[in-house]
């Protein structure tokens, strides 16, 4: 691939250091603290979009950075100045996962930028690190390959989770998930079908400078390949002619297959993704009951709406573990809270936040709210469970127990719904059972986990 000419300094590469230093030594969360930053930004868009690899790539390769960066540092990457350590890592990020930036612009950056924050002796030891980096990175020594510890380091993931998965899922599969949970997640978007249609929406995506493809897996919708402008810039966008959202995510609307009129009732809605895609199956007739504990998530909900123009969807803040569990909803869905490791690539410092005691807590929670979903499902209707995790604990044993307590439910087939969908024999033959996991980059999307159940008459 050919590189680009770059300056050595730019003001791009400082705030992805200043970013990388909040959220690693701060605690600070990255999505919130790059929107925010990039909110305020003078940068260009090129700018704009080098800062928010650079952040993302850095805080998901961490493990990874810091592995090699220590074979080449007197004392650990942990006991370096800790601006020190974040212009290192960037710029390790850059020499190791950045073919396009030559290796003399992160160095030279790297340099400048510790000798105006640390000082000009670190600034000495920054540009040796460096340089010692570029000379050896061809030959560089790893754990034992196929080793948990190669898996976690060479991954960039937590050894609790790697190990997981491995009892989970086998070695094979893990890996696969690990390499997809350190590729840049993709840009999808749902089309509005109440608003356009696919071939209107993909002549004005060109018109306004996005280069975009169809889905291989999903209808009417689209995948991003370039752009000029940030999304919510665009005119398609602002009109209300798609929604930003993962296919896995998209199967949702298929798998609880929502008919014009019915009454649904969406649990843990968020910000509407999916309420919004029943909205527009059921041609914005009938009710949506979306039911959100968070009001600033019910705002979002609420502005979706207004701009996806649908007006079926009363939004309505709410614990649902004390809401009334009168069995009258002829479609449930439920979105439960969950450990979110199907979509790990998508929140780079989700994965060094996630601890096996929280996913213990959530079972518990999910347990729950299913039960509750459950009571308030009418008799012949539909209950939908969801996550966005892989993990048997959160999934299927969370459903194995419901039905072990709920002798009036059963899982309801739904191949025949999702029968566009690529899938191979093995998960076909689930969906027939009436539960499908999809693993992270399987089919080249996010991780999601689906049951559905029916309640008899």
Known sequence: MQKQNISP?????????????????????????????????????????????????SIRMIKHLDWVL?????????????????????????????????????????????????????????????????????????????????LSVYYSQPEWLVQLWLACYGAEVTEKMLAYMNHKPLLTLRLNSLRTDAETLARELTGEGVTSRPSELMHDSFVIEAMTTSIDQLNSYQSG??????????????????????????????????????????????IIKAVELYKHKLSILNNNCQRLGINIIAAEQNDILTMDSDPVWQRVFLDAPCSGLGVLNRRADARWRKTPQEINELTQLQAALLEKAGEMTAPDGILVYSTCTVNPAENENIIISFLDKNHTFRLDPFADLISYFPLDQKDREMTKKGWLAIMPGKYGCDGMFYARLRRSM
């Open 70 to 150: 220590n074979l080449f540092l007197r004392k650990s990457i942990h006991e370096q100045n800790p601006l020190m350590r974040s212009v290192l890592r960037i710029a390790a990020y850059q020499i190791m996962f950045m073919e396009r930036i030559p290796d003399y612009a992160a160095v030279n950056s790297a340099v400048d930028i510790t000798r105006k924050k640390v000082n000009k002796t670190m600034a000495g030891v920054c540009n040796a690190v460096l340089r010692n980096l570029i000379r050896g990175k061809d030959d560089l020594s790893y754990p034992s390959i196929n080793s948990l510890d190669y």
């Open 9 to 57: 300094i730019s003001d791009a590469r400082e705030m992805a250091v200043n970013l990388v230093y909040n959220i690693m030594e701060s605690g600070a969360y990255a999505n919130l603290s790059l929107e925010n930053a990039l909110r305020s930004s003078t940068l260009s868009q090129n700018d704009k979009n080098l800062v928010t690899e650079l952040v993302n790539g």
């Open 241 to 286: 002619k798609f929604y930003v959202q993962n296919e896995a995510s998209m199967l949702a609307a298929d798998v609880l297959d929502p008919q014009e009129g019915e009454h649904i009732l969406d649990l843990c809605s968020g910000v509407g993704g999916k309420a919004t895609h029943f909205a527009e199956k059921m041609k914005n007739k009938g």
